[in-house]
């Protein structure tokens, strides 16, 4: 059987093994299928879903996008070279468009307790019939009134849920012990007594389970670092660390900031792409890039070329200031799930004009197709 106990202690074992799962991602962050472990590690939280209440389904479906956003650079990387990882990111995510699917027939707000059903038993679930699935495992048990800060179990426990059972039984005739209040008695049509009346009591909420979240375990405190390992540049784990300077460049390389908060850098010469992941109050400066400078999972964080880039890209980030110098005004700004951005363009006196990007837009049907521009008041 299961109790509330043990939905509360398989709650907590699973938040264990999905923090694991991030973790490996974080430990292999060199490796060749980085992307593949990302979208795994991104979306594992989704398996919590059973503490969501009242929309599962659209956590999932949350949960599944954060997954693409991994997944179509894998289907990038191996479309025309390896089949195989196409057909992986196939699998992989019709696992949370089934769950979806499930969540939406099953439980569409949520796990449902029984209030008068058996208890959920492993062993008295019923088999599946012949030529069709196995039906849905049937709700468990309304979880019960009690403290949750005195230990399960005991006969206190037992006798208390015994007793309100009992009530429960009796039916309309648990209504005959109540006493009958008279009008002078009530609070709403007698206001004298409404000044006197206690404050109403607040006790604790029902309960609800915890959502597994990474932030449940403590945090890891690494060595910062600052090494070029093959073609890549690591910059990773700096704390207030301001005037860092990368200078030996090539094309042919590359520069990876990770969870680098409080900190300046600058990059020196003309290389390959920069990557700006999970940093806080993070200053970049960068002479030339001849493909991408990506911002992801940042925030506030402020990007200045000095020469020339094609492209910048902003996802998943709050407070993001771009400056542009006069060779780089060609530059194609791409954003998406990210707020408070702005692109400063330099004047022929050298003073910048900070003009915001717009985070509001309005779409209409012309008849042939959808229309999307930027709302006056996105800005």
Request: aromatic residues 6%.
């Amino acid at each position: 059987t299961i109790d509330l106990q043990q939905f509360i202690s398989f709650i907590l074992f699973l938040s264990k093994v999905i923090q694991q799962v991030q973790s490996f991602r974080e430990q292999n962050r060199s490796s060749p299928l980085f992307n593949h472990l990302s979208a795994v590690s991104e979306s594992v939280p989704g398996l919590g879903w059973v503490a969501m209440s009242p929309k599962p389904g659209p956590y999932v479906k949350e949960m599944q996008d954060a997954a693409m956003f991994y997944t179509n650079r894998v289907l990038k990387d191996y479309k025309e070279k390896d089949k195989t990882h196409v057909d992986w990111v196939k699998s992989y995510l019709s696992i949370w468009t089934d769950l979806q699917a499930y969540i939406k027939q099953h439980h569409t707000t949520g796990l449902v307790w029984s209030k008068s059903g058996p208890v959920a038993s492993a062993s008295g679930a019923p088999s599946a019939p012949r030529g069709g699935p196995a039906p849905p495992p049937p709700p468990g048990p309304p979880p019960p009134p009690m403290d949750l800060n005195q230990s399960a179990g005991g006969d206190s426990s037992a006798t208390s849920r015994n007793a309100l059972f009992a009530s429960l039984n009796k039916g309309a005739d648990i209504t005959k012990g109540l006493k009958h209040v008279s009008d002078a008695q009530k609070t709403h049509k007698n206001p004298a007594l409404r000044s006197q009346a206690a404050p109403l009591h607040t006790g604790p909420r029902p309960f609800s389970a915890p959502r597994p979240t990474a932030s449940a375990a403590p945090a890891l405190t690494l060595p910062p670092v600052l090494e070029l390992d093959g073609k890549k540049w690591k910059v990773e784990n700096q704390q207030g660390a301001q005037g860092l300077v990368i200078s030996d460049t090539e094309l042919k390389q590359v520069v990876y900031a990770f969870k680098c908060n409080n900190s300046t850098l600058q990059i020196k010469g003309k290389i390959n792409s920069i990557t700006v992941d999970n940093c806080k109050k993070m200053g970049l400066v960068f002479d030339d890039v001849v493909g991408i400078v990506e911002v992801i999972n940042c925030k506030d964080v402020k990007v200045q070329v000095l020469g020339k880039v094609p492209t910048i890209s902003i996802n998943k980030t709050d407070g993001c200031h771009v400056y542009l110098s006069q060779h780089s005004l060609s530059c194609e700004i791409v954003s998406a799930k990210s707020s408070e951005m702005n692109v400063l363009v330099p004047g022929k006196d050298g003073e910048y004009t900070e003009i915001p990007v717009p985070e509001q837009f309005k779409t209409v049907w012309d008849g042939k197709k959808l229309v999307t521009t930027a709302t006056e008041i996105a800005g």
